[in-house]
């Protein structure tokens, strides 16, 4: 299996602009996870999805902020309109979600530049 | 109100020495807990985890060792590599709700040769 991937890798996008970050996770996994890591507030999840369902968007900062996962195979994490402070690395995860199974497999993630 | 806690930002240590990484955690729901590692320009990746029924989980240079009354677990590396050299990041989460962790801010490791 090719792992959790991302892309694209590297995106660099004006204020202002609508961002699609994509995610196809582990063929037979049935949880995906959006995360954020910044330097002031590290690795912090977004939303969860278990069986295409999204289950907790707590973690979701704004309503600028909307994920979808249309089937098991894919995900995107919008934003609209994108602003300076989005800038991060976005990681999708995925995992079978039993404890003994729960350690979540990290796409490379995508690094955003909002400027 | 920050639920798993690294406190030491970054550490160094020698190769051949021991690495103790440690975590601090508030919620004692919490009952499964995963330690990752994380190089530059890659994600975490799965390291070793530890059930709250064990005090101590051992895979080779890696040990977990849970302390539950002290909601402390901490991470060793012996003998410490410079491949070893990451972020590491410590994760809690719940038998009921294994599918969502929640993560500590990190730790960078720094081995010297």
């Known amino acids: 299996d090719a792992g959790v991937i991302q892309s694209p890798r590297h995106e660099v996008t004006e204020m202002g602009q609508e961002v699609t970050l994509r995610c196809k996770p582990i063929s037979g996994h049935d949880y995906l996870f959006w995360y954020r890591q910044t330097m002031m507030r590290g690795l912090e999840l977004l939303i969860y999805?278990?069986?295409?369902?999204?289950?907790?968007d707590s973690g979701m900062p704004e309503d600028r902020f909307s994920a979808k996962m249309p089937n098991a195979s894919f995900s995107t994490l919008k934003i609209q309109p994108s602003e300076p402070r989005d800038s991060a690395v976005y990681f999708c995860?995925?995992?079978?979600?039993?404890?003994?199974?729960?350690?979540?497999?990290f796409g490379q993630g995508t690094r955003l530049t909002v400027v | 109100d920050q639920q798993v806690k690294q406190n030491s930002p970054s550490l160094s240590v020698q190769e051949g020495r021991i690495s103790i990484l440690n975590c601090d955690y508030t919620n004692s729901m919490f009952d499964y807990f995963l330690w990752y590692k994380k190089y530059p320009a890659e994600g975490p990746t799965f390291l070793i985890s530890?059930?709250?029924?064990?005090d101590k989980n051992e895979d080779g240079r890696f040990t977990v060792f849970l302390n539950k009354s002290a909601k402390h677990l901490s991470l060793h590396i012996v003998p410490s590599q410079p491949g070893d050299s990451a972020v590491y990041f410590c994760?809690?989460?719940?038998?009921?709700?294994?599918?969502?962790?929640?993560f500590g801010d990190g730790t960078t490791l720094t081995v010297k040769p």
């Open positions: 995860a995925s995992s079978t979600g039993t404890i003994k199974g729960t350690e979540a497999f």
């Open positions: 530890i059930s709250s029924i064990k």
């Open positions: 999805f278990n069986n295409n369902v999204p289950i907790d």
């Open positions: 994760a809690a989460t719940t038998y009921t709700n294994a599918g969502k962790s929640t």
